[in-house]
């Protein structure tokens, strides 16, 4: 009972003083909540429907964000990771009647090997050229998919696969946690060591080597952790469709990736992920207007994109948040002095 | 033999039609580092632009080729100076701006059109055979203007004042603005140049073409194919590289079975076999890293 009563008092104070004391930090805990009490107020499989897409498309967008965000290779074909997860959580599924729970972490490990298999003739590239070559890997595999069609599909993609949980309830909430927890893991990979290091070499590769660091492996590593997050957004998303089709490698999706990222600010982690919760519902509901949607889509993101060409949420944080000059550490924009340091808040 | 001579017709052209495109894309690249993925949006707009006038208003189809390339062309020039200017600095921001822009214009053209497929006639009619292969004018000039127009461009470049000020900005910037290159009317010019490339490349390709609003996607990624393999910021590269993957398609889609699937594969692989080997492309230059 005292341990209970203890730990209820550490919680409280964590709330008041490292969570209520930031409002970013109170945005992602009621996003939290927010998800995770969803089904309690509404049963519409409708609305259910769109979430769990979103956070299936929210964890792509993380994984892009830990590759090309942090280490500054520029993957333009993020729908291979997606793609290779799908039709390889669809086939395992299919051929050899795996469950999903086993299925879709197997799928992802096929996309990292299909991130070992494209990172390492990538690794001698760089910036533009390495963007405009990863963009071929999942148009080749589309051709393939195409020319091969009694083992892929073809055009119809593989169908009759298992249900991800019986009922869209379990199903919401089996991929929402999944996607708070994979990103939660994603956040905090990119908040130590590694992440530093991943950091550096977007900054400068030439001055990590001369540190002794093996930029090569921590490259590799990141291809192949952002294959496998990725992978298992494929596999959750086969799984929840139903259906592993030629549009998870489509070069559409490829930019979609890129749009969430950039469009919430790359190198957060939580930009991508927000930029995902805002404009894929708005794509839905824009369906209203049918013809105008995509048009529409591109012109707020244009919009968005001239006046905070950082991101939708890092020029959100800034506007609400100062840096102390002193600590470094973040404030709420009203307050005139630093909240551990004590010094003048410009 | 027959099928000799058509593979070779159907690699010439989308080899030219290839390094028109490249080409332009490669020196809006060199000279304000602006990864132009609307580059083939525009193309597609000026062929739309002629269905306009040639169908629609019932005129030459000369008027529509030149009105095709000045309207494009002043479009390209506007959204530069309104849309991606004032965020140059910003890469990524550029680069999402110039997707945006493209499927913008996709829909656009979707809503007025409708995405059904729309062609147009050819500018000559008639044909004559070749050892009993049928080839069309058309076809022959849409081969004689693009190698004309790239003469044209070599010319530019190599000879005349804004053409050094354009090929010196793309090698250093800073320098080239120290030397009094008034660096954002090169960069202005320059768009103007790519983009008034892609729209000549849609006038001359479209009568061979299908009319679609979707119609830049493949042509966008065999594009940076092209400028890839054959070096960035390279015009000897892009020319070179264009015809191998030209020729690559055209010999995929004669004798592999399933052909017009894997077309794109085969010449996406052919990219990445070089850059393994060679990583800065066939004739790029490796650069000092950037710091």
């Known amino acids: 009972m005292g341990l209970i009563l203890f730990y209820l008092k550490k919680l409280f104070t964590v709330l008041k003083n490292e969570v209520l004391v930031l409002p970013s930090r109170v945005a992602v805990v009621l996003f939290f909540l927010f998800l995770l009490l969803l089904p309690v107020f509404t049963k519409d499989t409708y609305l259910l429907r769109i979430f769990t897409l979103t956070s299936i498309f929210a964890i792509l967008a993380a994984s892009w964000d830990l590759l090309s965000g942090f280490t500054g290779q520029m993957n333009f074909g993020h729908a291979l990771f997606f793609g290779v997860g799908a039709y390889g959580a669809a086939m395992l599924n299919l051929h050899v009647h795996i469950p999903p729970w086993a299925s879709i972490p197997l799928g992802a490990l096929c996309a990292v090997l299909a991130g070992l298999i494209i990172g390492i003739p990538c690794l001698r590239l760089r910036g533009t050229y390495l963007a405009l070559t990863t963009l071929a890997f999942p148009l080749i595999l589309l051709g393939l998919v195409f020319s091969f069609t009694d083992f892929t599909g073809g055009e119809m993609g593989i169908s009759g696969i298992v249900r991800l949980t019986r009922s869209r309830v379990t199903d919401y909430y089996t991929v929402v946690v999944v996607m708070l927890g994979l990103c939660t893991i994603m956040w905090k990979i990119t908040d130590s060591n590694i992440g530093i290091i991943f950091h550096a070499i977007r900054e400068d590769e030439l001055a990590v080597r001369a540190a002794g660091i093996n930029t090569t492996r921590y490259k590799l590593l990141a291809f192949s952790l952002s294959g496998f997050f990725a992978g298992i957004s494929g596999g959750l998303y086969a799984h929840f469709m139903r259906i592993a089709g030629p549009s998870t490698l489509d070069l559409s999706l490829s930019f979609s990736v890129v749009i969430y990222a950039f469009f919430g600010g790359i190198v957060t982690i939580y930009g991508p992920v927000g930029a995902v919760f805002i404009l894929f519902p708005m794509l839905e509901f824009l369906r209203v207007v049918q013809d105008y949607r995509t048009l529409l889509f591109a012109c707020v993101v244009l919009l968005i994109l001239i006046y905070m060409p950082d991101g939708l949420f890092r020029w959100l944080r800034d506007k609400i948040e100062k840096e102390c000059p002193r600590c470094k550490i973040r404030n709420i924009a009203t307050r005139n002095t630093c909240r551990i340091c004590t010094a003048p808040l410009d | ?291």
């Open chain 2, 1 to 291: 033999m027959g099928l000799i001579i058509d593979i070779i017709i159907s690699g010439l052209i989308s080899g030219s039609v290839f390094a028109l495109l490249a080409i332009g894309f490669s020196i809006i690249f060199g000279v304000a580092r602006i990864l132009n993925l609307a580059h083939t949006a525009f193309y597609m707009l000026a062929a739309y632009c002629i269905y306009i006038v040639t169908q629609k208003m019932g005129l030459n189809p000369l008027w529509g080729m030149l009105a095709a390339i000045v309207l494009v062309t002043l479009l390209g020039m506007i959204s530069y100076k309104i849309l991606l200017n004032p965020i140059r600095e910003h890469e990524g921001a550029v680069l999402i701006a110039t997707i945006a822009l493209a499927m913008i214009f996709q829909e656009v053209m979707s809503l007025i059109f409708t995405a059904t497929f729309l062609s147009v006639p050819a500018l000559i009619k008639g044909y004559f055979t070749i050892l009993g292969v049928k080839v069309f004018f058309q076809q022959l000039l849409t081969f004689c203007s693009a190698l004309l127009v790239m003469a044209g461009l070599w010319v530019f470049l190599m000879r005349t004042k804004t053409g050094l000020a354009i090929r010196s900005t793309a090698q250093d910037r800073e320098v080239a603005n120290l030397m009094g290159i008034d660096e954002a009317r090169v960069a202005m010019v320059t768009m103007g140049l790519s983009v008034g490339l892609a729209s000549f490349t849609g006038a001359i390709v479209v009568p061979l073409a299908v009319l679609e609003p979707h119609m830049w996607g493949t042509p966008l990624v065999m594009m940076m194919a092209v400028v890839v393999l054959g070096g960035l910021g390279s015009l000897k590269g892009s020319f070179i590289g264009a015809y191998i993957l030209g020729f690559a398609q055209a010999l995929v889609v004669f004798l592999a079975p399933m052909g017009a699937f894997l077309k794109g594969s085969v010449a996406l692989s052919i990219m990445i076999l070089v850059l393994i080997i060679r990583p800065e492309g066939l004739f790029g230059v490796s650069f000092e890293e950037e710091r």
